[in-house]
């Protein structure tokens, strides 16, 4: 099967990380903001949707910018949202990015915020909504490292690959 998954998530809890460990272990691309923006920017495609739907045609992991809405009617689409609690968050981007707990609590609010209305203004819909995603993943309960594994044995389970 020509596995798509799509990971939405909210700032800081470490789905980047999922994602470069399953792109390792299925040998697959993960596409996110900065190469689909550099990709609209060579003019390949004339809009976010247009190259998202593009770069599903083949096996690949995309990163937000809606991409769960925009392949939606997919049949080999994985829709996953990362989810951890809020002080979780805060404290891993004050590790990853040496910042008070002030600041990266901000920041952690700030992204949030800028993505649900990015969410909000693409697609119309609340950002998160368990009903827009096949599974959610929270990293405070499961641990970003236990995530990779337990995706990969439901794909496994399910023939996926």
């Known amino acids: 099967m020509k596995l798509v998954i799509t990971m939405s998530r909210r700032f800081g809890t470490g789905a980047s ?6 792109s390792k272990r299925l040998d697959i691309p993960v596409y996110d903001k900065a190469y689909i923006e550099q990709q609209m920017g060579a003019h390949m495609y004339d809009t976010e949707a247009e190259a ?4 599903a045609a083949n096996p690949c992991i ?3 910018r809606c991409a769960s809405d925009i392949l939606k009617d997919k049949m080999n689409v994985l829709n996953i949202f990362v989810y951890a609690d809020k002080e ?7 590790e990853l990015e040496s910042l008070s ?7 952690v609010e700030h992204t949030d915020e800028e993505r649900a209305a990015y969410y909000y203004e693409h697609v119309g819909k609340t950002w998160g909504d368990v009903n827009d995603y096949h599974m959610i993943l929270d990293t405070s ?6 995530c990779a594994d337990i995706l990969m044995q439901y794909f496994e389970k399910l023939e996926y690959i």
């Open 17 to 22: 990380v999922i994602a470069k460990e399953l």
């Open 52 to 55: 998202i739907r593009e770069l």
């Open 62 to 64: 995309i990163l937000g």
């Open 88 to 94: 979780d968050r805060i404290h891993r981007i004050m």
């Open 101 to 107: 707990y002030e600041d990266a609590r901000e920041k």
């Open 141 to 146: 309960k499961l641990g970003v490292e236990n």
